[in-house]
């Protein structure tokens, strides 16, 4: 498969080989049961584990609520460990991504992606890669660092619905202590859960013994991962509303549009199989499809002079964007490398659920449904990763930025 951009091949190295060729090819040739099976396997969320939160190191409350529209939305902030400052195991993980503070390879091509954004960046790129470094070698962490390396913020959107219940977008963890389920279950009982993406279903098993009777609302790829882990509740098979089949569509179409709920599943994005959501034509909710931004700047709604000033806790993911997001790195200087290599059968995409099409077919029904997304009514958007209000126009040129070179044609 050729994908309509000019893209760095993507390596997976054991000793000196890339072994990626070879997989994918592997993957494309075995039966899909198998591929499906080794999907499972290896995504699937594990029921007895969390990531460590901050009410775990400290005690203190993980949880910050803000009511974006009065009583209708609210937007929860969940404070976990970011893994790839703590473990080890984590961080020779992302070497598979091309981050590697011990690669002199990284090192120049992070400084090339740093470029791009001006001699200031430059400069901070060269402190962050000492920084990283000296994190990757560290054997123990004091009581502070462990603190500054409590980072990730995970975000939940909870939706009252006209009837006083709940819709939960990408649900995460559900507290006793600091009061924080009396207040979750105070606003309404949680009648629904929309997994936004495939990729966000750590916290699932959790949330379905809370709230077993919750309709679900997902993907075939989700769905999957839930049952590998026996998580699905009710003794379900299938989840309540699979939008890869048409009529579960249309059915969670139609109930959920009488609470003034509008879905767009970006059909095609093999990858995460995002799930987009408005609110009463006033709010978008979208997850995994924000990286850059239209400025050439941005990552994951942060702009250049915040991440400019951002400490040593933010070093991870300006390395991030400077190697991954930023020219030469990225064709576009906003889309990591690796999610152009999801879309290619010959690359990562033969290791999804769906292998993306050899015709560039996939390309093409992600950029239609992106068109179709984007021209639903709404005023501002919200995004589980960026955590900035968007402005309608923002959030369409944002997402053109990333996405415009799917099929050579303009989003907008």
Same mark, same amino acid.
Request: aromatic share 8%; hydrophobic share 40%.
């Given at each position: 498969?050729?994908?309509?951009?000019?893209?760095?091949?993507?390596?997976?190295?054991?000793?000196?080989?890339?072994?990626?060729?070879?997989?994918?090819?592997?993957?494309?040739?075995?039966?899909?049961?198998?591929?499906? /099976?080794?999907?499972?396997?290896? &995504?699937?969320?594990?029921?007895?584990?969390?990531?460590?939160?901050?009410?775990?190191?400290?005690?203190?409350?993980?949880?910050?609520?803000?009511?974006?529209?009065?009583?209708?939305?609210?937007?929860?902030?969940?404070?976990?460990?970011?893994?790839?400052?703590?473990?080890? /195991?984590?961080?020779?993980?992302?070497?598979?991504?091309?981050?590697?503070?011990?690669?002199?390879?990284?090192?120049?091509?992070?400084?090339?992606?740093?470029?791009?954004? #001006?001699?200031?960046?430059?400069?901070?790129?060269?402190?962050?890669?000492?920084?990283?470094?000296?994190?990757?070698? %560290?054997?123990?962490?004091?009581?502070?660092?462990?603190?500054?390396?409590?980072?990730?913020?995970?975000?939940?959107?909870?939706?009252?619905?006209?009837?006083?219940?709940?819709?939960?977008?990408?649900?995460?963890?559900?507290?006793?202590?600091? #009061? *924080?389920?009396?207040?979750?279950?105070?606003?309404?009982?949680?009648?629904?859960?929309?997994?936004?993406?495939?990729? =966000?279903?750590? *916290?699932?098993?959790?949330?379905?013994?809370?709230?077993?009777?919750? %309709?679900?609302? #997902?993907?075939?790829?989700?769905?999957?991962?839930?049952?590998?882990?026996?998580?699905?509740?009710?003794?379900?098979?299938?989840?309540?509303? &699979?939008?890869?089949?048409?009529?579960?569509?249309?059915?969670?179409?139609?109930?959920?549009?009488?609470?003034?709920?509008?879905?767009?599943?970006?059909?095609?994005?093999?990858?995460?199989?995002?799930?987009?959501?408005?609110?009463?034509?006033?709010?978008?909710?979208?997850?995994?499809?924000?990286?850059?931004?239209?400025?050439?700047? /941005?990552?994951?709604?942060?702009?250049?002079?915040?991440?400019?000033?951002?400490?040593?806790?933010?070093?991870?993911?300006?390395? *991030?964007?400077?190697?991954?997001?930023?020219?030469?790195?990225?064709? &576009?200087?906003?889309?990591?490398?690796?999610?152009? =290599?999801?879309?290619?059968?010959?690359?990562?995409?033969?290791?999804?659920?769906?292998?993306?099409?050899?015709?560039?077919?996939?390309?093409?029904?992600?950029? %239609?449904?992106?068109?179709?997304?984007?021209?639903?009514?709404?005023?501002?958007?919200?995004?589980?990763?960026?955590?900035?209000?968007?402005?309608?126009?923002?959030?369409?040129?944002?997402?053109?930025? &990333?996405?415009?070179?799917?099929?050579?044609?303009?989003?907008?």
């Amino acid at each position: 498969m050729v994908l309509p951009v000019n893209i760095e091949p993507m390596k997976i190295k054991v000793g000196p080989f890339n072994i990626l060729p070879a997989m994918a090819g592997a993957y494309k040739l075995m039966p899909v049961s198998w591929a499906h /099976k080794a999907y499972v396997k290896q &995504n699937a969320p594990d029921p007895s584990k969390f990531p460590r939160d901050l009410h775990d190191l400290t005690g203190e409350n993980p949880y910050t609520m803000e009511e974006v529209v009065p009583g209708r939305l609210w937007e929860v902030t969940y404070l976990t460990e970011n893994m790839a400052m703590t473990d080890k /195991k984590t961080m020779d993980g992302m070497k598979v991504l091309g981050i590697d503070p011990t690669s002199e390879e990284f090192k120049e091509k992070a400084l090339a992606g740093a470029a791009s954004h #001006g001699p200031e960046a430059e400069e901070l790129c060269k402190q962050d890669l000492v920084t990283a470094l000296e994190w990757y070698n %560290k054997t123990s962490l004091t009581p502070e660092e462990e603190r500054l390396a409590f980072s990730d913020k995970n975000r939940m959107y909870v939706v009252r619905l006209s009837t006083g219940e709940l819709l939960l977008y990408n649900a995460i963890r559900v507290r006793e202590e600091h #009061g *924080f389920k009396a207040w979750l279950d105070g606003l309404g009982k949680v009648v629904w859960v929309v997994i936004g993406s495939c990729f =966000h279903t750590s *916290f699932l098993p959790h949330i379905f013994k809370l709230y077993p009777d919750a %309709k679900i609302v #997902g993907t075939t790829a989700a769905q999957e991962k839930l049952k590998g882990a026996q998580a699905l509740p009710r003794g379900l098979d299938t989840l309540d509303f &699979n939008l890869d089949i048409p009529e579960h569509e249309t059915r969670a179409a139609s109930d959920l549009g009488g609470h003034g709920i509008k879905l767009a599943y970006i059909k095609g994005d093999v990858c995460t199989n995002a799930i987009c959501v408005t609110v009463d034509n006033k709010v978008m909710m979208s997850v995994d499809l924000m990286y850059g931004g239209a400025d050439g700047h /941005k990552m994951f709604g942060i702009k250049r002079d915040e991440w400019m000033k951002g400490g040593v806790d933010m070093h991870g993911l300006r390395l *991030f964007r400077f190697r991954l997001m930023s020219k030469p790195n990225s064709p &576009n200087g906003a889309l990591p490398g690796y999610r152009f =290599h999801m879309m290619d059968s010959d690359s990562l995409g033969a290791t999804m659920w769906e292998m993306p099409a050899s015709d560039s077919s996939s390309l093409k029904q992600m950029a %239609k449904n992106l068109r179709k997304m984007l021209g639903m009514d709404f005023e501002m958007a919200l995004d589980i990763h960026c955590g900035a209000k968007m402005e309608r126009e923002e959030f369409r040129s944002d997402i053109e930025a &990333n996405w415009g070179w799917l099929d050579g044609g303009a989003l907008l």
